[in-house]
Protein backbone atom coordinates (compact mmCIF):
# COMPACT_ATOMS: atom_id res chain seq x y z
CA UNK A 1 0.00 0.00 0.00
CA UNK A 2 1.07 3.18 -0.15
CA UNK A 3 1.48 5.78 2.35
CA UNK A 4 0.69 8.99 1.70
CA UNK A 5 -0.90 11.03 -1.35
CA UNK A 6 0.84 14.43 -1.95
CA UNK A 7 -1.34 17.02 -2.37
CA UNK A 8 -3.56 17.91 -5.45
CA UNK A 9 -2.90 21.88 -5.44
CA UNK A 10 -0.40 24.36 -3.85
CA UNK A 11 -0.31 27.20 -2.51
CA UNK A 12 3.54 27.60 -2.78
CA UNK A 13 5.04 29.38 0.33
CA UNK A 14 7.94 31.99 -0.45
CA UNK A 15 11.23 31.92 1.09
CA UNK A 16 13.27 33.78 3.12
CA UNK A 17 16.08 32.65 5.05
CA UNK A 18 15.25 29.64 7.80
CA UNK A 19 11.69 30.60 7.31
CA UNK A 20 8.54 30.13 5.49
CA UNK A 21 5.85 31.92 4.36
CA UNK A 22 2.28 31.42 6.46
CA UNK A 23 0.83 30.54 3.36
CA UNK A 24 0.20 27.08 3.85
CA UNK A 25 -0.58 23.84 1.37
CA UNK A 26 -4.02 23.55 0.04
CA UNK A 27 -5.32 20.25 -0.78
CA UNK A 28 -4.81 16.88 0.62
CA UNK A 29 -6.86 12.89 0.45
CA UNK A 30 -9.07 14.09 3.03
CA UNK A 31 -10.30 16.72 1.38
CA UNK A 32 -12.89 17.87 3.95
CA UNK A 33 -11.45 17.63 7.01
CA UNK A 34 -8.34 19.24 5.27
CA UNK A 35 -10.23 21.94 4.00
CA UNK A 36 -11.82 22.79 7.55
CA UNK A 37 -8.62 22.64 8.91
CA UNK A 38 -7.41 25.22 6.01
CA UNK A 39 -10.41 27.49 6.80
CA UNK A 40 -9.49 28.33 10.54
CA UNK A 41 -6.53 28.40 9.46
CA UNK A 42 -7.09 31.69 7.09
CA UNK A 43 -9.55 32.81 9.77
CA UNK A 44 -7.33 33.25 11.73
CA UNK A 45 -8.34 29.69 14.43
CA UNK A 46 -5.33 28.80 14.69
CA UNK A 47 -5.84 26.71 17.71
CA UNK A 48 -8.53 24.84 15.79
CA UNK A 49 -6.50 24.85 12.63
CA UNK A 50 -3.80 22.88 14.49
CA UNK A 51 -6.01 20.37 15.93
CA UNK A 52 -7.57 19.28 12.36
CA UNK A 53 -4.33 19.45 11.31
CA UNK A 54 -2.79 17.16 13.69
CA UNK A 55 -6.20 15.02 13.17
CA UNK A 56 -4.83 14.37 9.12
CA UNK A 57 -1.04 14.16 10.34
CA UNK A 58 -0.91 11.49 12.82
CA UNK A 59 -2.70 9.33 9.76
CA UNK A 60 0.14 10.30 7.80
CA UNK A 61 -1.13 13.10 5.62
CA UNK A 62 2.15 14.60 4.71
CA UNK A 63 0.18 17.89 3.44
CA UNK A 64 -1.34 18.10 7.16
CA UNK A 65 2.11 17.75 8.84
CA UNK A 66 4.07 20.17 6.44
CA UNK A 67 1.15 23.21 7.91
CA UNK A 68 2.09 21.76 11.23
CA UNK A 69 5.23 22.51 10.73
CA UNK A 70 4.91 26.02 8.93
CA UNK A 71 2.23 26.91 11.72
CA UNK A 72 5.53 25.98 14.09
CA UNK A 73 7.69 28.18 12.93
CA UNK A 74 5.72 31.12 12.58
CA UNK A 75 4.26 30.50 16.15
CA UNK A 76 0.87 29.80 15.19
CA UNK A 77 -1.35 28.01 17.95
CA UNK A 78 1.43 27.90 20.30
CA UNK A 79 4.98 29.76 20.59
CA UNK A 80 7.49 29.93 18.19
CA UNK A 81 9.24 26.73 17.55
CA UNK A 82 11.85 25.89 15.20
CA UNK A 83 12.11 22.12 16.94
CA UNK A 84 8.82 21.05 16.25
CA UNK A 85 8.54 22.96 13.12
CA UNK A 86 11.72 20.80 11.48
CA UNK A 87 10.23 17.59 13.16
CA UNK A 88 7.02 18.08 10.88
CA UNK A 89 8.78 19.33 8.11
CA UNK A 90 11.07 16.08 7.99
CA UNK A 91 8.03 13.98 8.85
CA UNK A 92 6.52 15.05 6.06
CA UNK A 93 9.14 14.58 3.61
CA UNK A 94 9.31 11.18 4.47
CA UNK A 95 6.08 10.60 4.06
CA UNK A 96 5.58 11.58 0.43
CA UNK A 97 5.85 15.51 0.19
CA UNK A 98 9.40 15.71 0.10
CA UNK A 99 9.46 17.56 -3.58
CA UNK A 100 7.27 20.44 -1.57
CA UNK A 101 9.59 20.48 1.50
CA UNK A 102 12.60 20.82 -0.86
CA UNK A 103 15.82 22.63 0.89
CA UNK A 104 14.07 24.13 3.61
CA UNK A 105 14.42 21.36 6.32
CA UNK A 106 18.50 21.51 5.61
CA UNK A 107 18.03 25.97 6.02
CA UNK A 108 16.33 24.86 9.09
CA UNK A 109 18.18 22.14 10.93
CA UNK A 110 21.70 24.15 11.08
CA UNK A 111 20.77 26.41 13.33
CA UNK A 112 18.59 24.09 15.98
CA UNK A 113 19.93 23.93 19.41
CA UNK A 114 20.48 20.58 21.10
CA UNK A 115 16.99 20.75 22.79
CA UNK A 116 15.34 21.48 19.46
CA UNK A 117 16.88 18.88 18.09
CA UNK A 118 15.50 16.31 20.53
CA UNK A 119 12.21 18.13 19.69
CA UNK A 120 12.56 17.05 16.11
CA UNK A 121 13.50 13.56 16.76
CA UNK A 122 10.33 13.01 19.20
CA UNK A 123 8.22 13.95 16.31
CA UNK A 124 9.66 11.83 14.02
CA UNK A 125 9.41 9.62 16.65
CA UNK A 126 5.80 9.48 16.39
CA UNK A 127 4.91 10.55 13.24
CA UNK A 128 7.68 9.59 10.50
CA UNK A 129 7.75 7.18 8.12
CA UNK A 130 9.02 4.21 9.92
CA UNK A 131 6.95 5.54 13.09
CA UNK A 132 3.61 5.27 10.86
CA UNK A 133 4.60 1.47 9.73
CA UNK A 134 5.14 0.31 13.15
CA UNK A 135 1.76 1.19 14.53
CA UNK A 136 -0.03 -0.04 11.28
CA UNK A 137 -0.98 3.35 10.01
CA UNK A 138 1.18 2.83 6.50
CA UNK A 139 1.29 -0.88 4.94
CA UNK A 140 -0.23 -2.26 7.76
CA UNK A 141 0.31 -6.17 8.58
CA UNK A 142 -3.00 -8.11 9.55
CA UNK A 143 -1.52 -11.39 9.59
CA UNK A 144 0.37 -13.19 11.93
CA UNK A 145 2.79 -15.49 10.33
CA UNK A 146 2.90 -18.31 12.15
CA UNK A 147 -0.69 -18.43 12.23
CA UNK A 148 -3.10 -20.76 9.87
CA UNK A 149 -6.40 -18.72 9.79
CA UNK A 150 -9.67 -20.37 10.35
CA UNK A 151 -11.03 -21.99 7.39
CA UNK A 152 -14.61 -22.73 6.27
CA UNK A 153 -15.63 -26.69 6.10
CA UNK A 154 -18.86 -27.32 5.61
CA UNK A 155 -21.68 -24.31 4.91
CA UNK A 156 -25.21 -24.50 4.09
CA UNK A 157 -26.49 -22.47 1.49
CA UNK A 158 -28.83 -19.44 2.89
CA UNK A 159 -32.35 -18.91 2.63
CA UNK A 160 -32.87 -15.68 0.54
CA UNK A 161 -35.19 -13.39 2.36
CA UNK A 162 -38.85 -14.07 0.93
CA UNK A 163 -38.76 -10.40 0.51
CA UNK A 164 -35.94 -9.63 -1.83
CA UNK A 165 -35.69 -8.95 -5.40
CA UNK A 166 -34.40 -11.37 -7.44
CA UNK A 167 -30.71 -9.74 -7.75
CA UNK A 168 -27.15 -10.62 -6.70
CA UNK A 169 -26.23 -9.44 -3.28
CA UNK A 170 -23.40 -9.89 -0.82
CA UNK A 171 -22.81 -10.06 2.90
CA UNK A 172 -19.67 -9.74 4.50
CA UNK A 173 -19.82 -10.91 8.26
CA UNK A 174 -16.90 -10.60 11.05
CA UNK A 175 -17.50 -14.28 12.98
CA UNK A 176 -15.62 -15.54 15.70
CA UNK A 177 -14.22 -19.28 15.46
CA UNK A 178 -13.74 -21.19 18.63
CA UNK A 179 -11.52 -24.32 19.02
CA UNK A 180 -14.05 -25.96 18.41
CA UNK A 181 -15.01 -25.41 14.92
CA UNK A 182 -18.49 -23.57 15.40
CA UNK A 183 -19.17 -19.88 14.81
CA UNK A 184 -19.97 -17.29 17.37
CA UNK A 185 -20.83 -13.57 17.74
CA UNK A 186 -21.35 -12.43 14.04
CA UNK A 187 -20.69 -9.12 12.86
CA UNK A 188 -21.90 -7.97 9.36
CA UNK A 189 -19.20 -5.65 7.80
CA UNK A 190 -21.07 -5.19 4.65
CA UNK A 191 -24.71 -5.91 3.13
CA UNK A 192 -25.03 -5.30 -0.38
CA UNK A 193 -27.47 -4.08 -1.56
CA UNK A 194 -29.52 -4.27 1.32
CA UNK A 195 -29.04 -4.96 4.98
CA UNK A 196 -32.54 -7.30 4.49
CA UNK A 197 -29.59 -10.30 3.24
CA UNK A 198 -27.67 -10.11 6.61
CA UNK A 199 -29.88 -12.26 8.75
CA UNK A 200 -30.49 -15.10 6.56
CA UNK A 201 -26.71 -15.26 6.13
CA UNK A 202 -26.00 -14.64 9.86
CA UNK A 203 -28.40 -18.01 10.60
CA UNK A 204 -26.87 -19.86 7.76
CA UNK A 205 -23.31 -19.19 9.58
CA UNK A 206 -24.27 -20.58 13.21
CA UNK A 207 -24.95 -24.06 11.61
CA UNK A 208 -21.79 -24.29 9.18
CA UNK A 209 -18.30 -26.19 10.66
CA UNK A 210 -15.00 -24.77 10.35
CA UNK A 211 -11.58 -25.74 11.13
CA UNK A 212 -10.43 -23.50 13.64
CA UNK A 213 -7.26 -21.44 12.93
CA UNK A 214 -4.31 -22.79 14.50
CA UNK A 215 -0.62 -21.77 16.08
CA UNK A 216 2.04 -24.91 15.81
CA UNK A 217 0.06 -27.59 16.97
CA UNK A 218 -2.21 -25.62 19.17
CA UNK A 219 -6.12 -24.94 17.76
CA UNK A 220 -6.76 -20.86 18.73
CA UNK A 221 -10.14 -19.04 18.85
CA UNK A 222 -9.83 -16.08 15.71
CA UNK A 223 -11.71 -13.85 13.84
CA UNK A 224 -12.83 -14.51 10.14
CA UNK A 225 -14.06 -12.53 7.47
CA UNK A 226 -16.36 -14.86 5.94
CA UNK A 227 -19.12 -14.00 2.52
CA UNK A 228 -22.34 -15.46 1.67
CA UNK A 229 -23.19 -14.27 -2.08
CA UNK A 230 -26.62 -14.65 -3.03
CA UNK A 231 -26.89 -15.10 -6.59
CA UNK A 232 -28.39 -17.20 -9.11
CA UNK A 233 -26.33 -19.02 -11.87
CA UNK A 234 -24.88 -16.40 -14.82
CA UNK A 235 -25.84 -13.57 -12.46
CA UNK A 236 -22.88 -11.93 -11.69
CA UNK A 237 -22.36 -9.39 -8.29
CA UNK A 238 -20.19 -6.86 -10.47
CA UNK A 239 -23.32 -6.52 -12.61
CA UNK A 240 -25.48 -4.99 -10.15
CA UNK A 241 -26.96 -1.46 -10.37
CA UNK A 242 -25.54 -1.36 -6.61
CA UNK A 243 -21.80 -2.36 -7.23
CA UNK A 244 -22.06 -0.44 -10.50
CA UNK A 245 -22.49 2.49 -8.91
CA UNK A 246 -20.20 1.98 -5.97
CA UNK A 247 -17.20 0.96 -8.20
CA UNK A 248 -17.74 4.74 -10.52
CA UNK A 249 -18.32 6.57 -6.87
CA UNK A 250 -15.13 4.78 -5.42
CA UNK A 251 -13.28 5.58 -8.92
CA UNK A 252 -14.43 9.49 -8.00
CA UNK A 253 -12.55 9.18 -4.46
CA UNK A 254 -15.66 9.27 -2.75
CA UNK A 255 -14.54 6.87 0.95
CA UNK A 256 -17.68 4.99 1.68
CA UNK A 257 -17.48 4.06 -1.65
CA UNK A 258 -13.58 3.10 -1.87
CA UNK A 259 -14.64 0.94 1.76
CA UNK A 260 -17.79 -1.14 0.30
CA UNK A 261 -15.59 -1.52 -3.28
CA UNK A 262 -12.68 -2.43 -1.39
CA UNK A 263 -14.07 -4.93 0.96
CA UNK A 264 -16.12 -6.78 -1.78
CA UNK A 265 -13.52 -7.19 -3.49
CA UNK A 266 -11.48 -8.62 -0.87
CA UNK A 267 -13.52 -11.93 -0.64
CA UNK A 268 -15.26 -11.91 -4.05
CA UNK A 269 -12.99 -12.43 -6.93
CA UNK A 270 -15.94 -12.48 -9.60
CA UNK A 271 -15.36 -7.90 -9.35
CA UNK A 272 -12.24 -8.35 -11.29
CA UNK A 273 -10.01 -6.43 -8.31
CA UNK A 274 -6.62 -7.62 -7.60
CA UNK A 275 -6.24 -8.09 -3.94
CA UNK A 276 -3.38 -5.19 -3.63
CA UNK A 277 -6.20 -2.65 -5.49
CA UNK A 278 -8.78 -3.89 -2.97
CA UNK A 279 -6.46 -2.89 -0.05
CA UNK A 280 -5.58 0.36 -1.49
CA UNK A 281 -9.20 0.95 -1.67
CA UNK A 282 -9.88 0.02 1.79
CA UNK A 283 -7.00 2.05 3.78
CA UNK A 284 -7.87 4.85 1.11
CA UNK A 285 -11.23 5.33 2.46
CA UNK A 286 -9.66 5.02 5.84
CA UNK A 287 -7.25 7.69 5.18
CA UNK A 288 -9.97 9.91 3.56
CA UNK A 289 -11.99 9.54 6.82
CA UNK A 290 -15.13 6.79 6.30
CA UNK A 291 -15.44 5.59 9.50
CA UNK A 292 -16.53 1.62 8.70
CA UNK A 293 -12.87 1.54 6.86
CA UNK A 294 -11.37 2.96 9.87
CA UNK A 295 -12.80 0.94 11.92
CA UNK A 296 -12.63 -1.93 9.86
CA UNK A 297 -8.49 -1.14 9.81
CA UNK A 298 -8.30 -1.03 13.67
CA UNK A 299 -10.31 -4.45 13.91
CA UNK A 300 -7.95 -6.41 11.70
CA UNK A 301 -4.80 -4.91 13.30
CA UNK A 302 -6.17 -5.61 17.28
CA UNK A 303 -6.83 -9.37 15.55
CA UNK A 304 -3.09 -9.71 14.63
CA UNK A 305 -1.46 -7.49 17.54
CA UNK A 306 0.04 -10.31 19.07
CA UNK A 307 2.22 -10.42 16.51
CA UNK A 308 2.67 -6.72 15.67
CA UNK A 309 2.61 -5.17 19.63
CA UNK A 310 2.94 -1.56 18.20
CA UNK A 311 0.36 -1.88 15.60
CA UNK A 312 -2.41 -2.31 17.83
CA UNK A 313 -5.03 0.04 16.11
CA UNK A 314 -5.90 3.09 18.84
CA UNK A 315 -5.12 5.86 16.10
CA UNK A 316 -7.42 4.33 13.35
CA UNK A 317 -10.31 3.14 16.60
CA UNK A 318 -10.19 6.82 18.06
CA UNK A 319 -10.80 8.44 14.27
CA UNK A 320 -13.39 5.90 13.48
CA UNK A 321 -15.21 6.12 16.95
CA UNK A 322 -14.74 9.96 16.62
CA UNK A 323 -16.35 9.77 13.09
CA UNK A 324 -19.35 8.30 14.33
CA UNK A 325 -18.67 4.53 13.85
CA UNK A 326 -20.83 2.66 16.65
CA UNK A 327 -18.89 -0.33 16.79
CA UNK A 328 -15.44 1.63 17.17
CA UNK A 329 -17.26 3.23 19.93
CA UNK A 330 -18.35 -0.20 21.81
CA UNK A 331 -14.21 -1.68 21.37
CA UNK A 332 -13.03 1.96 22.60
CA UNK A 333 -15.48 1.60 25.50
CA UNK A 334 -14.42 -1.94 26.29
CA UNK A 335 -10.83 -0.94 25.93
CA UNK A 336 -11.65 1.80 28.74
CA UNK A 337 -13.11 -0.73 30.90
CA UNK A 338 -10.33 -3.15 31.10
CA UNK A 339 -8.15 -3.86 34.07
CA UNK A 340 -8.92 -1.40 36.97
CA UNK A 341 -10.13 2.00 34.72
CA UNK A 342 -10.39 5.61 36.62
CA UNK A 343 -13.64 7.26 37.50
CA UNK A 344 -12.66 9.38 34.48
CA UNK A 345 -12.46 6.30 31.86
CA UNK A 346 -15.82 4.88 33.22
CA UNK A 347 -17.22 8.06 32.73
CA UNK A 348 -15.96 8.46 29.23
CA UNK A 349 -16.65 4.39 28.36
CA UNK A 350 -20.42 4.91 29.86
CA UNK A 351 -20.71 7.86 27.58
CA UNK A 352 -19.41 5.64 24.19
CA UNK A 353 -21.84 3.23 25.42
CA UNK A 354 -24.73 5.59 25.15
CA UNK A 355 -23.78 6.50 21.48
CA UNK A 356 -23.23 2.72 20.50
CA UNK A 357 -26.56 2.30 21.76
CA UNK A 358 -28.50 3.77 18.98
CA UNK A 359 -26.95 1.97 16.18
CA UNK A 360 -28.68 -0.68 13.98
CA UNK A 361 -26.18 -2.96 14.28
CA UNK A 362 -27.31 -6.47 15.55
CA UNK A 363 -23.65 -6.93 17.22
CA UNK A 364 -23.28 -3.74 18.75
CA UNK A 365 -26.93 -3.78 20.38
CA UNK A 366 -25.98 -6.79 22.09
CA UNK A 367 -22.69 -6.34 23.56
CA UNK A 368 -23.68 -2.93 24.36
CA UNK A 369 -26.64 -4.64 26.44
CA UNK A 370 -24.78 -7.19 27.86
CA UNK A 371 -21.81 -4.29 29.28
CA UNK A 372 -25.21 -2.74 30.30
CA UNK A 373 -26.72 -5.42 31.95
CA UNK A 374 -23.62 -8.01 33.41
CA UNK A 375 -20.75 -5.55 33.58
CA UNK A 376 -18.31 -6.79 36.81
CA UNK A 377 -18.43 -2.58 37.49
CA UNK A 378 -21.35 -1.08 38.98
CA UNK A 379 -20.83 2.00 37.77
CA UNK A 380 -21.44 1.03 34.43
CA UNK A 381 -24.71 -0.84 34.14
CA UNK A 382 -27.80 0.79 33.74
CA UNK A 383 -30.47 -2.03 34.01
CA UNK A 384 -33.40 -0.83 32.48
CA UNK A 385 -31.21 0.64 29.16
CA UNK A 386 -30.17 -2.95 28.70
CA UNK A 387 -33.50 -4.08 28.96
CA UNK A 388 -34.97 -1.72 26.29
CA UNK A 389 -31.80 -2.77 23.74
CA UNK A 390 -32.53 -6.48 24.69
CA UNK A 391 -35.92 -6.47 23.92
CA UNK A 392 -35.02 -4.66 20.50
CA UNK A 393 -32.49 -7.78 19.76
CA UNK A 394 -35.35 -10.20 21.22
CA UNK A 395 -37.71 -8.63 18.15
CA UNK A 396 -35.05 -9.12 15.84
CA UNK A 397 -34.91 -11.58 12.83
CA UNK A 398 -31.64 -13.33 14.13
CA UNK A 399 -33.03 -16.30 16.38
CA UNK A 400 -30.23 -19.14 16.40
CA UNK A 401 -27.71 -16.37 18.54
CA UNK A 402 -27.50 -18.38 22.04
CA UNK A 403 -25.65 -15.34 23.14
CA UNK A 404 -28.36 -13.31 21.84
CA UNK A 405 -30.90 -14.46 24.32
CA UNK A 406 -28.02 -14.75 27.34
CA UNK A 407 -27.74 -10.93 26.71
CA UNK A 408 -31.57 -10.57 27.00
CA UNK A 409 -31.89 -12.66 30.25
CA UNK A 410 -29.07 -11.05 31.72
CA UNK A 411 -30.52 -7.96 31.17
CA UNK A 412 -34.32 -9.51 32.57
CA UNK A 413 -31.89 -10.62 35.74
CA UNK A 414 -30.54 -7.11 35.97
CA UNK A 415 -34.19 -5.88 36.65
CA UNK A 416 -34.69 -7.64 39.25
CA UNK A 417 -37.32 -10.11 36.68
CA UNK A 418 -35.69 -13.84 37.49
CA UNK A 419 -38.59 -15.70 35.93
CA UNK A 420 -38.05 -14.27 32.48
CA UNK A 421 -34.72 -14.60 32.86
CA UNK A 422 -34.79 -18.01 33.58
CA UNK A 423 -36.63 -18.76 30.56
CA UNK A 424 -34.55 -16.72 28.22
CA UNK A 425 -31.33 -18.64 29.23
CA UNK A 426 -32.85 -21.99 29.13
CA UNK A 427 -33.50 -20.94 25.82
CA UNK A 428 -29.76 -20.13 25.21
CA UNK A 429 -28.68 -23.14 26.42
CA UNK A 430 -31.22 -25.21 24.59
CA UNK A 431 -29.99 -23.00 21.51
CA UNK A 432 -25.96 -23.78 22.37
CA UNK A 433 -26.55 -27.30 22.92
CA UNK A 434 -28.30 -27.64 19.25
CA UNK A 435 -24.92 -25.90 18.00
CA UNK A 436 -22.84 -27.99 20.01
CA UNK A 437 -21.11 -25.51 21.93
CA UNK A 438 -19.71 -26.44 25.58
CA UNK A 439 -23.09 -24.84 27.92
CA UNK A 440 -21.34 -25.55 31.42
CA UNK A 441 -20.95 -21.69 32.15
CA UNK A 442 -24.31 -20.94 30.62
CA UNK A 443 -25.89 -23.74 33.21
CA UNK A 444 -24.18 -21.30 36.00
CA UNK A 445 -26.11 -18.72 34.43
CA UNK A 446 -29.20 -20.31 34.68
CA UNK A 447 -28.82 -21.88 38.14
CA UNK A 448 -27.98 -18.14 39.02
CA UNK A 449 -31.43 -16.45 37.81
CA UNK A 450 -33.46 -19.89 38.96
CA UNK A 451 -32.17 -18.67 42.85
CA UNK A 452 -32.86 -14.77 41.60
CA UNK A 453 -29.29 -13.64 41.49
CA UNK A 454 -28.20 -11.47 38.95
CA UNK A 455 -25.04 -12.85 37.03
CA UNK A 456 -22.08 -10.36 36.55
CA UNK A 457 -19.11 -10.71 34.41
CA UNK A 458 -17.57 -10.88 30.83
CA UNK A 459 -21.20 -12.30 29.48
CA UNK A 460 -19.96 -13.01 25.95
CA UNK A 461 -16.67 -14.36 26.44
CA UNK A 462 -15.66 -17.81 24.48
CA UNK A 463 -17.84 -20.79 25.72
Same mark, same amino acid.
Given at each position: ?? &????? /?????????????S??????????????? @??? %?????????????????????D????????????????????????????E?????????????????????????????? @??????????????Q??????? &?????R????????A??????? /???????I?????G???? @???????????????????????F???? &????????????????????????????????????????????????????????V???????????A???????????? %??????A??????V??????D???WL /???????????????????????? &?T??I?????????????????? /????????????????? %???????????????????????????????A??????????????????????????????????????E??W????????
Open positions: MS &TARVP /RRLLRPGLRVGVMAALVAGSAAASNFQS @ALS %DYRAGRFDTARSGFLSLAELGCAAQFNLGAMALHGQGGPKDAGSGAGWLAAAGNGCSQLVGDRLAAITKSLSAEELHTA @ATIMASYGPEALRAGIVQPQF &TCPNEPATVLLAPPQRPASS /REEPALVTALTITDGR @ARDPEVLLAVPTAAFAAAAVEAWNSQF &TPARSAASPLASRLQAKTLFASSGDALANSESVRRARSAADAGDPAAGYLVGLAAMEPSLGISAARADLLLGAARDGDP %DAQYWVSQLRASGCHPRAGVV /RHAASGGSAAAQLLSARDLLAGSP &TAQVEARSLLGRAAHADSYYV /RKHVAALLAASPLEAVR %DPPAALTLAQQLAAGEIRTDPQMFETVAAAYANGDFRAATAQQQLAVEKAATLGWNTAVMKERLDAYRHRAHGELLGAT
